[in-house]
Nanobody, 116 residues
């Protein structure tokens, strides 16, 4: 069965960095576009970044462009989100996502807290 498992969240000071990982199983990872979303307290879940099946094409929300980098290692069935120059407003639960045959699959989420 399809599964996504995120890791790498934590508490970081403003200006710091974190790298999130998401490992997929139960589906052909290398054939799937992968995305990261986030949800801050009291707000709707928002799209953060996407990466194509081969990793050759990436897209970012304006709020993270230039600070975040999405990448993938298909040999490890893993997608990454490198987050630099973190701001307090980046605080959220971060979710990995893929869509398979019209169905959205989500990981359990990993908490990122940016605070001094």
């Amino acid at each position: 069965q399809e599964q996504l498992v995120e890791s790498g969240g934590g508490l970081v000071q403003p200006g710091g960095s974190l790298r999130l990982s998401c490992t997929g199983s139960g589906f052909t990872f290398s054939s799937s576009t992968m995305k990261w979303y986030r949800q801050a307290p009291g707000k709707e879940r928002e799209w953060v970044a996407s990466i194509s099946r081969t990793g050759s094409t990436t897209y970012y929300a304006d709020s993270v462009k230039g600070r975040y980098t999405i990448s993938r290692d298909n040999a490890k069935n893993t997608v990454y989100l490198q987050m630099n120059s973190l701001k307090p407003e980046d605080t959220a639960v971060y979710y990995c996502n893929t869509e398979l045959y019209g169905v959205n699959y989500w990981g359990q989420g990993t908490q990122v807290t940016v605070s001094s």
